[in-house]
């Protein structure tokens, strides 16, 4: 093992940096049309009538496509809701934004200029656009995690635990609409071929995408190709295949030439997703030192109208198997308004829930007066007390002890306002983080060449992350062979099926299919030559090209040569198995925070952070601390800057853009110090990493908001933390 772990250089890293590396916008297309969308000026009602005559007579315009001319579309197929109006299949209105019409012409100023010309009528009807007004119409989920889990649970008795309880925190936490902000727009050039489609899309999941548009067109999935080879970014934004993707295909089908769609930045709020709005209230009970026993996680997170189907931010789960506690209750609510579908982003669920858990274990400090990190060790969880299963592998402890020691914890003095360097407030804070190790079925094909080449084949993509890379890494090592001489292809629908690259599953779930398959292909390398040589393959090595064994060396040319083959190549399928049944298998960590406060401005500043974690094994150092210095960063963001403005009177989000949508850039960052607990998780699956995209994400917005309350003594529950939250303390 000469490559797994090593901070290696991402293989594509020199193509993005040069501008060679392609994104879905940039390919070229003979014939090329452009699509822009025309989006409702009203949050609710329906369309009376589109008006496209003027649109139609403008120079260039080729087509518009309205709910009236739209292509019909095997919904059916696809959806188990019948979501039809984001697709132009009838008229009615559910938020602002929404897509009305398609217009396409030669040039894409000439599509822009036309569609400000398409004049649409509605009749509007009332809209609900601030969650917090209709809370008391929350309805239950009904496909909560796919159906997969219960929005709510319950052990022990909560309630009576928490009355009898000497110590007492009940809290109501709330985060805000939220944007991805990826900075590679949402693009599609899409192209029929003799009844075949074919898609450049930037997507985190190619194999969803070319399902969608299967499904919506009534193609034998291997009539439909989905490219994407790199993202710039996607956040969960790319995760589904949302309507624009389909409505490329339409309007390509429909002029019978290739088309571009690529989405404004303003666009990319009403269009794919965003993180709901939550509103969590946290009850724990406690004895006297600080031991719990009763925890409520309870909670509502908006969604759209029923039409669109359901989005559930699932923040309360982790609060199942965070801490041992024996009476312990959760439940999630939805709040339909009339915004568009929310979904998944940087760590959905785990985000805004452990804030809100995190920051509620921190009160209890202070009102047990335990110090924060021996609170969390008085009620650290060695099993999952919700499924009663023993962790796979969980060094969350160690992830205290060094984070602590990395950054100097003994040095802060208890009280808030304690600690100053000379006019600013200093403050600590920390807070514990964990995210699942979740996994799906993969394949991947690897084929070693003649000339000791390796390639490595799967329908995955790289989101940015490093897959390229850390791939190249598993088969190098599985075949002796230096890691450059390894070439890994992705994003290409043709290729073996991966899952998404969503729920930071790409290492756990790809990694071990290629794992298997280079096994498979060494294995039968050491066949060939076990049998010419009649000798045991065990005995048998493979390194740089050549198979050693006792009976002497042969090179893997001529092993190939001999055998008239021209390359050996393998496919393997990897899924998680039995371990499901027998282990709770999560990520850990534990964030450290120092900040600090301008006691007259109300500026708070992050001026030092650590974050320790385990994620199982690392595959590759430079590319994991890359991860963790982007999540924390994202993390700070949603502490102090980020969300989305909702206009009560209109629906309309007020700061669509990204010089009033904040998010944190480099001045706001400080050196980020991380590290990484030396760990295997072989239950978990055959290469012991368990992924850790959005693991250095959670538990940082309650690490800052943490050390903003030890800091000025004023405790912000409503994310992000402004200036007015702290001038006000
Ligand atoms: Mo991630 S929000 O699961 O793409």
């Not at 009602?45 to 315009?61: C, E, H, K, L, W």
């Not at 309205?66 to 696809?78: G, H, I, S």
């Not at 070693?448 to 084949?457: F, H, I, M, S």
């Not at 990204?658 to 055959?686: C, F, G, K, Q, W």
Request: proline share 5%; aromatic share 6%.
């Amino acid at each position: 093992m000469a490559f797994i772990g090593a901070p290696l250089d991402r293989k594509e890293g020199r193509a993005k940096v040069t501008g060679a590396a392609k994104y879905a916008a940039e390919f070229d297309v003979e014939g090329l049309a452009h699509a822009v969308l025309v989006q409702s000026t009203i949050a609710s009602g329906s369309i009376i009538s589109i008006d496209t005559a003027a649109a139609a007579r403008m120079p260039g315009v080729l087509l518009i496509v309205t709910p009236d001319n739209a292509m019909r579309l095997q919904l059916k197929k696809v959806a188990p809701q019948a979501v039809t109006a984001p697709f132009l299949q009838d008229r009615s209105i559910v938020y602002q934004g929404q897509h009305v019409a398609v217009v396409v012409a030669e040039t894409l100023e000439q599509a822009q200029d036309a569609a400000g010309h398409v004049t649409v009528k509605y009749i509007e009807t009332p809209a609900r656009t601030v969650m917090d007004r209709h809370v008391s119409a929350a309805v239950v989920p009904k496909n909560f995690r796919g159906g997969q889990r219960s929005p709510d649970s319950l052990r022990g008795n909560p309630d009576a635990a928490f009355a009898a309880a000497p110590v007492q925190v009940a809290q109501t936490y709330t985060t805000p609409v939220e944007h991805h902000n990826p900075m590679e727009a949402h693009a599609t050039i899409a192209t029929w071929h003799n009844g075949g489609l074919t898609v450049w899309h930037t997507t985190q999941g190619i194999s969803g995408a070319k399902k969608m548009l299967a499904g919506l067109f009534g193609l034998e999935p291997d009539r439909v190709r989905v490219i994407c080879p790199h993202l710039g970014g996607g956040f969960g934004s790319k995760g589904n295949a949302w309507p624009p993707l389909s409505l490329a295909a339409m309007a390509a089908k429909m002029l019978g030439r290739p088309v571009k769609l690529e989405l404004t930045r303003q666009q990319m709020f009403t269009s794919n997703g965003y993180r709901p709005r939550t509103i969590q209230t946290v009850k724990l009970g406690a004895d006297r030192d600080g031991k719990l026993v009763a925890l409520r996680h309870d909670g509502f997170s908006q969604t759209s109208t029923a039409e669109l189907g359901e989005f559930c931010e699932p923040f309360a789960l982790a609060s199942e198997l965070m801490y041992s506690v024996p009476n312990a209750a959760v439940s999630h609510r939805l709040v339909e308004v009339n915004q568009g579908l929310p979904t998944y982003m940087r760590a959905p669920g785990e985000a805004p829930g452990i804030y809100a858990l995190e920051s509620a274990m921190d009160e209890l400090a202070v009102a047990a007066n335990v110090d924060p990190i021996e609170l969390r060790l008085r009620n650290y969880a060695d099993i999952d007390e919700h499924t009663k299963l023993p962790f796979s592998s969980k060094k969350l402890r160690e992830c205290y002890a060094t984070g602590a020691e990395m950054f100097g914890w003994s040095k802060r003095t208890a009280a808030p306002r304690s600690m100053r360097d000379g006019r600013f407030l200093v403050g600590y804070g920390m807070a514990s983080s964990t995210y699942p190790m979740n996994r799906s079925l993969a394949h991947a094909r690897v084929r070693l060449g003649a000339d000791g080449t390796v390639l490595v084949q799967a329908g995955s993509q790289d989101i940015g992350t490093g897959t390229y890379t850390v791939m190249s890494q598993v088969a190098a090592d599985g075949l002796g062979v230096d890691v450059s001489r390894v070439r890994v292809e992705l994003g290409d629908s043709s290729l073996p099926p991966s899952p998404v690259s969503g729920g930071s599953m790409t290492v756990a779930s790809l990694g071990p299919a290629v794992q298997k398959a280079t096994a498979m292909v060494r294995d039968r390398v050491f066949r060939l030559a076990a049998a010419h040589w009649a000798t045991d393959p065990a005995a048998l090595t493979l390194r740089d090209g050549i198979v050693s064994g006792p009976s002497g060396k042969m090179s893997v040319a001529e092993l190939m040569a001999r055998e008239q083959v021209p390359h050996v190549e393998e496919t393997a399928e990897t899924k998680p198995g039995d371990e499901t049944k027998h282990y709770s298998m999560h990520s850990f960590g534990a964030q450290f925070c120092e900040v600090r406060v301008d006691p007259d401005l109300g500026e708070v500043r992050v001026s030092r952070w650590v974050g320790a974690f385990d994620c199982g094994r690392v595959l590759n150092a430079k590319t994991a601390r890359s991860q963790l210095i982007g999540g924390i960063t994202f993390g700070i963001g949603m502490a102090l800057l980020e969300a989305t403005h909702v206009d009560a009177a209109t629906g309309r989000y007020t700061n669509q853009n990204v010089s009033e949508y904040l998010m944190a850039v480099n001045a706001d960052i400080p050196d980020i110090r991380t590290h990484l607990v030396a760990n295997e998780d072989l239950i978990s699956n055959s290469l012991g990493a368990r992924g850790l995209g959005e693991l250095p994400m959670v538990g940082a917005a309650a690490a800052v908001a943490n050390a903003v309350f030890h800091a000025t003594g004023k405790r912000v529950r409503d994310l992000p933390i402004r200036i007015e939250d702290v001038l006000t303390a």
